[in-house]
């Protein structure tokens, strides 16, 4: 081949590429594509809940199938000054905040979310980047704590309000959501012990949400606050959840 012809090929699959770049940026700023995706979404979610019983448990395991190395996703330690005063004093002094939508806000110590109905469970947990890991989780359940608060009726989804930033927009805090049903679903917890040890701080410490039917990124880490709310307005950029915000990845993440 001629090095004028591979000058040539060069430089048309470099067009085809900014082409192809370009494209996709024009795609994605399209609010008709957004609007169809979004729609897309909502069936899936649909369809799932329709074919698959509200209560059906993700797959539990045996002690056996506990991963060696479980990898930790995200941050591992935040560097915030709150975070870091609850770590040096052992979270003696943190509380879990439950408010919104609520007719009894809660405010709970480590040891009082102790102390509340727990369950523990040993599922896998299933990464959008590819990956797997099993673990072993010691949690409260989340369903009879709102139980507690006493969602008002307009209250439609939860919010987990996070100890860790990562930049952006709505101050860089990491954020997540879930519906109601899977709020009240028996494997929702709020770990804080893993494979029989306190929960360590890369996979959230003191505490972190567990929804075993969605994708790893909803399993928010380093929940501070838990917010009942009629819809997103007023969370980030009203998508939902962090990724969401920033449109990598989908709210619904059923598994």
């Known amino acids: 081949?001629?090095?004028?012809?591979?000058?040539?090929?060069?430089?048309?699959?470099?067009?085809?590429?900014?082409?192809?770049?370009?494209?996709?940026?024009?795609?994605?700023?399209?609010?008709?594509?957004?609007?169809?995706?979004?729609?897309a979404e909502t069936l899936?979610?649909?369809a799932q809940r329709l074919v698959v019983p509200r209560e059906a448990l993700a797959k539990?395991?045996?002690?056996?199938?506990?991963?060696?190395?479980?990898?930790?996703?995200?941050?591992t330690r935040p560097g915030d000054a709150d975070y870091r005063?609850?770590?040096?004093s052992g979270f003696a002094d943190w509380r879990l905040e439950l408010g919104g939508l609520v007719e009894r806000p809660l405010s709970l110590s480590l040891a009082e979310l102790r102390a509340l109905p727990a369950r523990t469970q040993i599922t896998r947990h299933d990464c959008v980047e590819g990956w797997s890991s099993i673990g072993k989780w010691t949690g409260a359940r989340l369903g009879p704590l709102?139980?507690?608060?006493?969602?008002?009726?307009?209250?439609?989804?939860?919010a987990f309000h996070c100890a860790d930033s990562l930049g952006g927009a709505a101050n860089g805090k990491y954020y997540e959501s879930i519906d109601l049903i899977d709020a009240f679903h028996p494997q929702t917890i709020l770990a804080y012990d893993m494979?029989?040890?306190?929960l360590p701080v890369a996979h959230g410490a003191p505490v972190r949400l567990r929804v075993e039917r969605q994708l790893g990124y909803k399993h928010a880490k380093y929940v501070m606050?838990?917010?009942?709310?009629?819809?997103?307005?007023?969370?980030?950029r009203g998508k939902g959840g962090y990724w969401e915000d920033r449109g990598d990845y989908a709210w619904y993440a059923g598994i």
Do not use: Y
């Open 1 to 39: 081949m001629s090095t004028d012809r591979r000058r040539w090929l060069k430089g048309a699959g470099a067009s085809l590429a900014g082409l192809w770049l370009a494209a996709c940026d024009q795609l994605n700023r399209n609010s008709a594509v957004h609007g169809a995706l979004a729609e």
């Open 44 to 46: 899936t979610r649909r």
């Open 60 to 75: 539990e395991f045996t002690e056996a199938d506990i991963s060696p190395d479980f990898r930790a996703n995200g941050t």
């Open 85 to 88: 005063a609850h770590l040096a």
């Open 146 to 158: 709102l139980e507690r608060a006493g969602l008002k009726p307009e209250a439609r989804f939860i």
């Open 195 to 198: 494979n029989d040890q306190v």
């Open 225 to 236: 606050r838990i917010e009942a709310v009629a819809d997103f307005a007023h969370l980030g």
